[in-house]
């Protein structure tokens, strides 16, 4: 799927090596969050793939973010449910605020 975001590129090959190497995918699983914020903060096309990822990283953001993630989250004051448009509008400008 050539419309992948560069975190998107980087968890293919991530995904590859598991693959390669023996290692479970599920391993992988906990940088979903990290992935769908990639996708949402690069406004790739959510289509094919990425729409699969994001819909995953979506559900992983909501349930159980990585400790940066949810600092960002409550700093970011997303009293509901986290979409994308969330992660488009609050938290990815502060990630990118920081650059």
Known sequence: ????????????LIQAYAKTHGIEESSLYPYLDLLVVSI????????????????????????????GLKALILQSKVEKEIQISDIVFKIGPRINASG
Not at 5 to 12: A, L, N, R
């Open 1 to 12: 799927y050539k419309e992948l975001s560069g975190c998107g590129v980087g968890f293919k």
């Open 40 to 67: 949402a903060a690069d406004i790739v096309p959510i289509t094919g793939e990425n729409r699969i990822l994001a819909y995953y990283g979506l559900d992983r953001i909501n349930n159980t973010p990585g400790p």
